[in-house]
């Protein structure tokens, strides 16, 4: 069964850089069905779309965020990752990772998700 | 994109039905057959409930319905179970690979 894992530091200070994986096994990251995405939820707050990733590295990204994002594939490790550069408190919230279903536009396998705390 | 309107809250009692609905633009719900719905219990991970408009996963009570008509998709729970408490959120496709959500409904029941 197909389970996604992130990790990565739960506190980041402003200004500085926010960097996350995601590692999936039970199944590839090499395959045509499915984006890899990221997903983040403030606390208290709904979800917010940062955007995907195919496994030939192509992406899409929340145009809102997409001057400070960036999402990267490593097939070999079976992981995708997340940056966002020059983080404020407004990027403190829980991060998730999912599988993106590309003919139902559907996210539906997520990572149990990881807390990030930007504060000094 | 902006981002869809939810309630914020919505309530039933057990064994009743409750509707929440989800309203965008022409260019998410109305443009397309790609609404999610993701249940959320507190402190834990979303749970895919139904996509494209009215599809559920396997694994999913038949309790949960979804329909859209123009610009608005609605979820409908039947048969209210205590169980069924949680935040529930919506999603739309809206071109150009994006995705966005709504604002979540808080499904209290009574």
């Known amino acids: 069964q197909l389970q996604l894992q992130e990790s990565g530091p739960g506190l980041v200070k402003p200004s500085e850089t926010l960097s996350l994986t995601c590692t999936v096994s039970g199944g590839s990251i090499s395959t045509s069905t499915y984006y890899w995405a990221w997903i983040r939820q403030p606390p208290g707050k709904g979800l917010e779309w940062i955007g995907n990733i195919y496994y030939s590295g192509s992406t899409f990204y929340n145009q809102s965020l997409k001057s400070r994002v960036t999402i990267s594939v490593d097939t070999s490790k079976n992981q995708f990752s997340l940056k966002v550069i020059s983080v404020t408190a407004a990027d403190t919230a829980v991060y998730y990772c999912?599988?993106?279903?590309?003919?139902?536009?559907?996210?539906?396998?997520w990572g149990q998700g990881t807390m990030v705390t930007v504060s000094s | 994109q902006s981002a869809l309107t939810q309630p914020p809250s919505a309530s039933g009692s057990p064994g009743q039905s409750v509707t929440i609905s989800c309203t965008g633009t022409s260019s998410d719900i109305g443009g397309y057959n790609f609404v999610s719905w993701y249940q959320q219990h507190p402190g834990k991970t979303p749970k895919l409930m139904i996509s494209?408009?009215?599809k559920r996963p396997s694994g999913v009570p038949d309790r949960f319905s979804g329909s859209k008509s123009g610009n608005t998709a609605s979820l409908t729970v039947s048969g209210l179970q205590t169980e069924d408490e949680a935040d529930y959120y919506c999603?739309?496709?809206?071109?150009?690979?994006?995705?966005?959500f709504g604002g979540g409904t808080k499904l209290t029941v009574l």
């Open positions: 999603s739309s496709y809206a071109g150009s690979n994006n995705l966005v």
């Open positions: 999912a599988r993106r279903v590309r003919t139902e536009r559907t996210l539906d396998i």
């Open positions: 494209e408009v009215s």
